[in-house]
């Protein structure tokens, strides 16, 4: 049989009621701005993220080449792999120094020395040429770069003060972090073990390929940049296959080496080979023999 409580027992009931109504209200709207918050935080990061600093454009000089005798080829596609080198190292700086510098950083800083260095490189090429065949002349005006879409980065710098407030908002986070990676500051000596790289590529041992640049026939001025292609992608091939030796050491059985990488290699040399001959073919005698150099060797 049930008991009607007394009337200051209601009243107490409806105010502990009415106070955890209203706690739980308060803690839903924190939560809601706090994730309203979060939201905005993430927003301002997604812009920094995609925003770029531009990049480096150079004109084409395999392209503008005449026909390159064959002792010269070898040093000649050196060269103008080192174009291409120096372009991406530019770029590479070009990021790396977002927001350095006055309105004149990227000129004097990195388009200057490109220039300079392109210049070099180019009368390299011209130097090689020229002592066998008809020197080419005027290259330098090839040299200077350009900067293509810049701006977009230096527009979201005002974002990260802005976001200052989202940083500390996150000080528990940042906190758990950083107790979280204490242990990977006392591992300093895994940093220290700088040979460690050098001692996995000594342990697994380089693969080495035949030249090619060095076998081939005088390259007619139209299939030059195609030919200058293939041989930058046959030594990126290379660079590859000595990562992924390096990486699987101590992986597969005894042919695994021959089985997972110097096969596939082999198989894409040939291809990027015929690619060489068949556009020196287009308008010339096409090589012959040259896919007896697509297979490389294991030299530990």
Do not use: H, W
């Not at 770029?91 to 800083?109: E, I, W, Y």
């Amino acid at each position: 049989m049930s008991r009607a409580l007394p009337k200051y027992n209601k009243r107490r009931v409806a105010i502990i009621g009415g106070a955890a109504a209203v706690a739980l209200t308060g803690a839903i709207v924190a939560g809601t701005a706090l994730a309203g918050e979060t939201s905005k935080g993430n927003g301002n990061a997604t812009a920094r993220t995609l925003a770029s600093p531009g990049s480096i454009t150079c004109p084409d000089v395999a392209s503008k080449l005449p026909a390159i005798p064959a002792s010269a080829q070898a040093e000649v596609t050196r060269n103008l792999t080192l174009l291409q080198t120096q372009i991406d190292e530019a770029n590479k700086r070009l990021v790396d120094t977002v927001g350095q510098g006055g309105p004149n950083f990227v000129n004097n800083a990195i388009l200057g020395p490109l220039k300079d260095k392109r210049v070099a490189t180019v009368n390299r090429i011209a130097t090689a040429i020229g002592r066998t065949a008809a020197k080419p002349t005027g290259l330098d005006a090839l040299a200077p770069c350009t900067l293509n879409g810049a701006g977009a980065a230096g527009g979201n710098t005002g974002n990260a003060g802005g976001n200052a407030g989202a940083g500390q908002g996150n000080g528990n986070a940042n906190g758990n972090a950083g107790n979280n990676n204490a242990n990977a500051g006392g591992n300093a000596n895994a940093g220290g073990n700088a040979n460690a790289g050098g001692n996995a590529a000594t342990a697994a041992g380089t693969i080495t390929c035949p030249d090619v640049a060095s076998k081939l026939p005088a390259i007619p001025a139209t299939a030059q940049a195609e030919v200058t292609r293939n041989l930058t992608l046959l030594q990126t091939q290379i660079g590859e296959a000595n990562k992924r030796l390096v990486d699987t050491v101590g992986q597969g059985g005894p042919n695994f080496v021959n089985n997972a990488i110097l096969g596939p290699l082999a198989d894409k040399r040939k291809s990027t080979i015929d690619r060489i001959a068949i556009s020196i073919g287009r308008t010339a005698a096409k090589p012959q023999g040259l896919d007896s150099l697509a297979a490389c060797t294991l030299t530990k």
